[in-house]
T-cell receptor, first 111, second 115 residues
Framework: DAKTTQPNSMESNEEEPVHLPCNHS???????IHWYRQLPSQGPEYVIH???SNVNNRMASLAIAEDRKSSTLILHRATLRDAAVYYC????????????FGTGTRLKVLA | NAGVTQTPKFQVLKTGQSMTLQCAQD?????MSWYRQDPGMGLRLIHY???????DQGEVPNGYNVSRSTTEDFPLRLLSAAPSQTSVYFC??????????????FGPGTRLTVL
């Protein structure tokens, strides 16, 4: 399974943009890049996903490098409610349906 | 829709006891899975199922059994509980359509302590 690498933790000030990086140098051509986040004491929730082009939704933006070996989740204005662990996941391209989570990045938002 | 529901929310077992963690979804999703999350760690896949009657192992299947007799339910059985199985267990479900639409939905979790 292709692996992802994320920093263990990051800090951001409230109301400022946050860029959460993810490296996935062994990504295959058909792997989608998914991001989930886990708020304290809750199950993970979907944030965004993409394949090649940058993607935007109401929660965040996803910027994907041209060679697809890395991506960045962008929270445009961090709030205290965005404090969570953010997981970057490669959707298994072999068709076996598995989602493999890494250890994620713990985002701390400072008031 | 209730989404993905899990019972119980909390459970304490003694070493050697068996129990079943329940998971149900009302979204008619084909794919269901179980993860465990140890303190300060990410989620690890235990077992998954792509439809009724079909199950497969994930990263850490030892000590756990699953079955999928209906689309809605995917119970996880601990055969003989060990302290190493103390963890928070999450169930998840999603469609098995195109990869671009397979968002996973997670339940609230079951916090299990094995003494």
């Amino acid at each position: 399974d292709a692996k992802t690498t994320q920093p263990n933790s990051m800090e951001s000030n409230e109301e400022e943009p946050v860029h959460l990086p993810c490296n996935h140098s062994t990504i295959s051509g058909t792997d989608y890049i998914h991001w989930y986040r886990q708020l304290p004491s809750q199950g993970p929730e979907y944030v965004i996903h993409g394949l090649t082009s940058n993607v935007n939704n109401r929660m965040a933006s996803l910027a994907i490098a041209e060679d697809r070996k890395s991506s960045t989740l962008i929270l445009h204005r961090a709030t205290l409610r965005d404090a969570a662990v953010y997981y970057c996941i490669l959707r298994d391209g072999s068709g076996t349906y598995k989602y493999i989570f890494g250890t994620g990045t713990r985002l701390k938002v400072l008031a | 829709n209730a989404g993905v529901t899990q019972t119980p929310k909390f459970q304490v077992l003694k070493t050697g006891q068996s129990m079943t963690l329940q998971c149900a979804q009302d979204m008619n999703h084909e794919y269901m899975s179980w993860y465990r999350q140890d303190p300060g760690m990410g989620l690890r896949l235990i077992h998954y199922s792509v439809g009724a009657g079909i199950t497969d192992q994930g990263e850490v299947p030892n000590g756990y059994n699953v079955s999928r007799s209906t689309t809605e339910d995917f119970p996880l059985r601990l055969l003989s509980a060990a302290p190493s199985q103390t963890s928070v267990y999450f169930c998840a479900s999603r469609r098995t359509g195109t990869k671009s639409t397979d968002t996973q939905y997670f339940g609230p979790g079951t916090r299990l302590t094995v003494l």
